[in-house]
Structures are given as structure tokens and as C-alpha cells.
């Protein structure tokens, strides 16, 4: 049973910075990456941004790419989200996800959720 545990999230002002984290246990498989994914009250749960292993490549949603990091270690499985200048519009629920065999960039494509991190930007 693959496990994800997210930390890092929290009540931050705009403009601020937080760094997220996301440890992977239990795996069977090898792993093709992790991302984050957001969820703002009301919203539908969107990808933010993903990390494939193989070369460490990363990937962004467009309006996010500018202010937002992701990194990792797949032989430490774990990978972390770092997200600067943030905005009131970054408020929402951010959970890691894993892939078997892509990375999955729709919430209905995700094989394994974390619990999620709330992280609030207050103007």
C-alpha cells in the first residue's frame, strides 16, 4: 500500500514563500514521477506541478511556473514543492500524487493520493 505524507503547509502572507514536502512508503513498482496537485474551496483539484525520475525533468502548470519549484529524490522518494511570491489565489489543499507509468496531470489519472496540506495566503 503505497502511503503519501505531505508537510510544509500553513498560513502565509502574500508575497511569502513555503516550501512543501511529500515521502513516499510502501512502494511495490517503480515509480515514473510525483507532482502536486491544489484543490481551492469550491474548485476542481488541478495539477500544479510534476517531477519525472527519469532525468529529473520537471513540469509546470503554465500559470504557476514562474513562482513555483518542484525537486526530489527518487532513491529518498520524496520531492518537494517550493513556492515563492505567493498570491491569495494560491489558497487551497495541496496534495502529492505518484504515477506508475506517467505522470498524471488530471486528477482522475492519479493512482496514489497524500492527505493533502492546507496552505493559506492572507492579503
Known amino acids: 500500500q503505497v502511503r503519501l505524507v505531505e508537510t510544509g503547509g500553513g498560513l502565509v502572507q502574500t508575497g511569502g514563500s513555503l516550501s512543501l514536502s511529500c515521502t513516499a512508503s510502501?512502494?511495490?513498482?517503480?515509480?515514473?514521477?510525483m507532482g502536486w496537485f491544489r484543490q481551492a474551496p469550491g474548485q476542481d483539484r488541478e495539477f500544479v506541478a510534476g517531477l519525472v525520475w527519469d532525468g529529473n525533468r520537471p513540469y509546470y502548470r503554465d500559470s504557476v511556473k514562474d513562482r513555483f519549484t518542484i525537486s526530489g529524490n527518487n532513491a529518498k522518494n520524496t520531492v518537494n514543492l517550493r513556492i515563492n511570491n505567493l498570491r491569495t489565489e494560491d489558497t487551497a489543499v495541496y496534495y502529492c500524487?505518484?504515477?506508475?507509468?506517467?505522470?498524471?496531470?488530471?486528477?482522475?489519472?492519479?493512482?496514489?493520493w497524500g492527505q493533502g496540506t492546507p496552505v493559506t495566503v492572507s492579503s
Open positions: 510502501g512502494r511495490t513498482f517503480r515509480s515514473y514521477g
Open positions: 500524487s505518484e504515477s506508475e507509468k506517467y505522470l498524471a496531470r488530471r486528477a482522475s489519472e492519479v493512482q496514489y
